[in-house]
């Protein structure tokens, strides 16, 4: 297909985890090139060159359904050579697929469907470098994100495993919010154990390990442990278990 010499052109990228697909089309939709590449510096660069060349010195418009994640390195690169780069969400090229032929979902057909809403929508927000505060804030808070996640996994793990052998101290504490009683678990697991330990040591002990509100933290355990007398199969392994969870 012949390319009109200095006319603007659209490039369509749709970004995945180890490769993107990119599709360019022309002033009238015409697709002058659809290419899977991967998501590898070197590669990048070849194809921004590729399209930068299929231009002729006209403008290119850039559009990509993700602005960060997989799509990281390209929006990078793409920025760093003075490219346009608009960003469309993900939600907008499946809401605008059913105007466009073809059936199914392929990554070039969202390719192209990207690359032709860049060419008639007006609205599109632009992608600009990343603020390197904001980028490493994302990051942290995504850190975090998982962090309190594999806390509460870990809380219900620990909770379910107390269930199975010892309910009355399932139930006597909250132990997502509880650091004093997480302490407990460490040294005192069952019924038994806590009413040899008796009121007075179990306190002690919990002070010396600055357990906070010891006296009712001990209190509390205690008439847990007077509630249950039975010894239910499989507590002396789960008892472990729970020790190692509550550390």
Not at 131 to 156: G, K, S, W
Not at 177 to 194: C, E, R, V
Not at 235 to 247: F, P, T, Y
Request: one cysteine or more.
């Amino acid at each position: 297909m012949e390319v009109v010499v200095g006319q603007q052109l659209w490039a369509g990228v749709d970004a995945g985890k180890s490769e993107h697909h990119c599709v360019v089309i022309d002033g009238d939709g015409q697709r002058l090139l659809s290419q899977r590449v991967a998501n590898d510096e070197t590669v990048l660069l070849e194809l921004i060159q590729a399209v930068i060349t299929l231009a002729d010195g006209g403008d290119v418009t850039w559009a990509i359904d993700l602005n960060h994640g997989g799509a990281a390195l390209l929006i990078t690169l793409l920025i760093t050579h003075e490219q346009r780069l608009l960003y469309i969400p993900g939600r907008t090229v499946y809401h605008a697929s059913g105007g466009y032929r073809g059936d199914g979902k392929t990554d070039a057909k969202d390719a192209a469907i990207i690359a032709d809403q860049a060419r008639m929508r007006r609205d599109l927000q632009p992608l600009r470098a990343g603020d390197e505060i904001a980028v490493d804030l994302r990051i942290l808070t995504a850190r975090r994100i998982d962090l309190v996640a594999d806390r509460t996994r870990a809380i219900n793990r620990l909770r379910a495993q107390l269930l199975e052998y010892f309910p009355a101290l399932e139930r006597a504490f909250d132990y997502g919010h509880s650091k004093a009683a997480l302490i407990l678990l460490t040294g005192y697991q069952t019924p038994d154990a806590l009413r040899r330990a008796g009121v007075a040591r179990l306190e002690a002990w919990l002070r010396k390990r600055k357990a906070y509100n010891a006296t009712a933290v001990a209190a509390t355990a205690i008439a847990a442990a007077n509630a249950q007398h039975s010894t239910v199969p499989g507590q002396q392994i789960a008892a472990a278990m729970v020790a190692l969870a509550g550390r």
